[in-house]
């Protein structure tokens, strides 16, 4: 069977891969770059785990064939931190104990950064419906939602 | 799935000719988000995949002589994300804002939710009661079919295997008309319909109705269009009684099954009461806009 040569950039990097088609773009991330933080939880873009953003629009890796990342700009987990300096949200995630078992936070990170982008301040119910695609079986969601306005506010430079 | 290639022509034509020519089942791409679910259970072996996103203007909106034209693979995100088709179709942006997750908004199509021919796809019976015509490219050329030709039955369509959607024209906007789509779920996002409604309707300086269309999903093998729930409402204003017409032709058109969303009785009796609070909502749209 005949391998596809993709070129992209993965967080701001220039990478190269060669994938079967059948093959999504979570696949490639996890098996091939070794990108291990999007996590695969039910590969049918019911669960939010791999979520990435593609040219900026958030979507689920898994719902993605890898050769369709050619040409895109993705950006992962790995790319939220800079260097040893943790994202806000990472940072507030940490804080607020958004987390349990961790599975979910790689996704709910990504998408939380997506929301943030578009709206810088959004209400608790927006926050809510935007993360309606990232299942977390552990913390009931209210600490990733105070999390995530916790660190909006702080990202607006607003006094807590 | 050992034999499957995958390309991605950047013309009708290329795409046409990889569809004619693939030796088992080819399967077209837009956003995925219903083929590679499918691809991952065994539910479908295609042997080709033609994605066709790489050609010129299959996505993204415009505007043709005061008309909408939306491309068929235009992601439900950029669809909600103009101001001017919501204004225009408020009833269609929503009915396609409904389909999945923010995730599933970043790639799912109109062409997608269609061809996939689920009974209970949301954006097909806004877009029926649009009067939305699909733009079909294939081997014999272009043809223009409304959008309600498109499904036969669960998960089949009439479309030819060298034939897809390009774009969907909506037709040009009347003064005050507006749509609405309503879907009844037991929670309040992520969930597949138990019943859709889907209600456009146009009305006079008086309030009198002068034009609707009614169409039902969930509720039968395809979208239904419900022709007597438009004409009770059609030449009078939107009163209890016109309300009441409408409940009972609705419920009248359906044709549904029980599953683990519903049984018969319930989905009946849901559309009847989804169609009444869907028209009340266009109703009141329409009011507003001029």
């Known amino acids: ?160 | 799935m050992s034999a499957l290639a995958y390309t991605a022509p950047s013309s009708v034509e290329e795409a046409v000719r990889a569809l004619a020519g693939a030796s088992g089942l080819a399967k077209v791409l837009s956003g995925g988000t219903d083929l590679l679910v499918q691809l991952r259970s065994g539910r479908t072996r295609p042997s080709l995949i033609v994605d066709t996103k790489k050609i010129p203007g299959i996505s993204g909106i415009r505007e043709e002589n005061g008309a909408f034209v939306i491309g068929a693979a235009t992601p439900g995100a950029v669809i909600g994300e103009n101001e001017a088709l919501a204004r225009a179709w408020p009833g269609l942006v929503e009915a396609t804002n409904l389909i999945g997750s923010t995730q599933v908004q970043g790639r799912a199509s109109l062409a997608g939710n269609l061809c996939n021919a689920s009974p209970a796809a949301d954006s097909v019976p806004a877009l029926i009661a649009a009067r939305a015509i699909c733009v079909v490219v294939g081997g014999n050329g272009k043809r223009e079919v409304p959008v309600e030709s498109i499904c036969t039955g669960p998960g089949r369509t009439s479309l030819a295997r060298d034939e897809f959607i390009i774009e969907f024209r909506l037709p040009k906007r009347a003064p005050r008309s507006a749509d609405a789509y309503l879907r009844f779920i037991p929670r309040t996002e992520m969930d597949i319909a138990v019943v859709g409604a889907a209600v456009n309707l146009t009305r006079d300086a008086a309030g009198v109705i002068t034009d609707a269309r009614v169409v039902l999903g969930a509720v039968a093998p395809t979208a239904v269009i419900v022709a007597d729930a438009a004409s009770a409402l059609t030449g009078r204003k939107l009163d209890d009684a016109a309300l009441g017409s409408l409940d009972k032709a609705a419920r009248a058109a359906c044709k549904p099954i029980s599953d683990k969303r519903g049984t018969i009785e319930y989905r009946i009796k849901v559309a009847g009461v989804m169609a009444r609070r869907a028209a009340t909502i266009a109703y009141e749209r329409a009011g507003k806009s001029q």
Not at chain 1, 9 to 36: A, K, S
Not at chain 1, 116 to 140: I, K, M, Q, S
């Open chain 1, 1 to 160: 069977m005949s391998k596809h040569h993709v070129l992209t950039t993965i967080n701001g990097e220039p990478t190269e891969f060669l994938c079967e088609p059948q093959l999504t773009l979570l696949d490639v991330l996890r098996d091939e770059l070794r990108l291990t933080g999007s996590k695969e939880g039910c590969s049918s873009g019911d669960c939010g785990a791999c979520s990435v953003t593609v040219d900026g629009r958030l979507v689920c890796s898994c719902l993605m064939l890898a050769v369709e990342a050619e040409g895109k700009s993705i950006q992962t987990v790995e790319g939220m931190a800079t260097g040893h300096d943790l994202h806000p949200l990472q940072q507030k995630f940490l804080e607020h104990a958004a987390l349990q078992c961790g599975f979910c936070t790689p996704g709910v990170l990504v998408a939380s950064k997506a929301l943030l982008e578009r709206n810088p301040d959004p209400t608790e119910t927006e926050v809510r419906y935007w993360l309606a695609g990232n299942l977390c079986r552990c913390t009931g969601y209210d600490k990733i939602v105070r999390a995530v306005m916790d660190a909006a506010a702080e990202m607006r430079g607003a006094t807590p």
